[in-house]
């Protein structure tokens, strides 16, 4: 019987350490996702008055900013036409990255809602895999360390109630309202 619990305990801890695992895999794919998202949206939406001015030395200003950053690989501003306008020197190929690289493409739109152009941005994607896996490494610790507690909480629980048991029976016994211990009115003959 014990061994039955001490089996499913641990069936639970290693359900839990994997759907613990599919979370967080599935948080830090939406988190690498996210930032260069939400940064080539707000480009985009940054960009469009300098885009309607035709100020492109303002776009110039607003991707050296955005290339500033160590995770923007590329960052360059087109037209509707796909001509590339900023910046001034063509961008270069992606074979020439180190590392993995993640595209994002935004429209930039006027206020009437028509296609000035778009913003395409290169992040950076080997850094993030780094810190990927400090996370993964941690969080097996930490399940590790949760799986270690709760075992040797659970033995200590069930060595406690052992060890009080009797003293339980006594105390019930005394009450007169344990079946288990015969008295006169139940006592077979």
Aim: glycine letters at 6%; proline letters at 3%.
């Amino acid at each position: 019987m014990h061994i039955m619990v001490v089996v499913s305990l641990i069936a639970l801890c290693v359900f839990t350490a994997l759907k613990y695992r599919d979370y967080q895999k599935a948080w830090i794919s939406e988190q690498q996702r996210s930032p260069g998202e939400l940064l080539t949206q707000q480009y985009a939406r940054l960009l469009s008055p300098l885009m309607q001015n035709e100020d492109s030395t303002g776009v110039n200003a607003a991707l050296k900013v955005l290339t500033s950053d160590n995770r923007v690989l590329q960052a360059g501003v087109f037209d509707s036409r796909g001509v590339q306008i900023a910046p001034q020197d063509r961008l270069s190929s992606l074979m020439s990255q180190t590392g993995l690289a993640v595209t994002h493409v935004q429209d930039i739109q006027n206020d009437a809602g028509s296609v000035l152009g778009y913003i395409r941005v290169l992040t950076r994607h080997s850094t993030e895999n780094q810190e990927q896996g400090l996370l993964h490494s941690a969080q097996w610790l930490l399940m590790l360390t949760i799986c270690i507690v709760g075992f040797f909480a659970g033995v200590y629980l069930a060595r406690s109630f052992y060890k009080l048991r009797p003293v339980i029976k006594a105390r019930y016994h005394a009450l007169g309202r344990s079946p288990s211990f015969p008295t006169e009115r139940n006592r077979r003959r």
